[in-house]
């Protein structure tokens, strides 16, 4: 049974750190990524991880969001640093399997979601 639990969420001030952690469970070579969804918008896209670490971003998070990954623990994080208030939603985790190293962007591309961790920043 697969299973993907985050952690690290909280409140912070603009300007601000926080670092998600995202323990998975069930799972073998696979693809992680981070998803956020705002109040009253959909859900994007942040970053994404393969198995031998490739990553990519969503543009506007470039530079201040590192994800990275330890295949010993079977856990990815989402070190976020200059946090602004529309960095406000609840991040969500999620993963594919695959044996390729493939980059994931789209949401319908992952099968399998965390419950998601609240991130609220404060002007």
């Known amino acids: 049974q697969v299973q993907l639990v985050e952690s690290g969420g909280g409140l912070v001030q603009a300007g601000g750190s926080l670092r998600l952690s995202c323990a998975a469970s069930?799972?073998?070579?696979?693809?992680m990524g981070w998803f956020r969804q705002a109040p009253g918008k959909e859900r994007e896209f942040v970053a994404t991880?393969?198995?031998?670490?490739?990553?990519l971003y969503e543009d506007s998070m470039k530079g201040r969001f590192t994800i990275s990954r330890d295949n010993e623990k079977n856990t990815v994080y989402l070190q976020m640093n200059s946090l602004k208030p529309e960095d406000t939603a609840v991040y969500y985790c999620?993963?594919?399997?695959?044996?390729?190293?493939?980059?994931?962007?789209?949401?319908?591309?992952?099968?399998?979601w965390g419950q998601g961790t609240q991130v609220t920043v404060s002007s």
């Open positions: 999620a993963a594919r399997s695959t044996p390729w190293n493939q980059l994931f962007t789209r949401r319908d591309e992952y099968n399998y």
């Open positions: 991880i393969t198995w031998n670490g490739r990553t």
């Open positions: 069930g799972l073998t070579v696979y693809t």
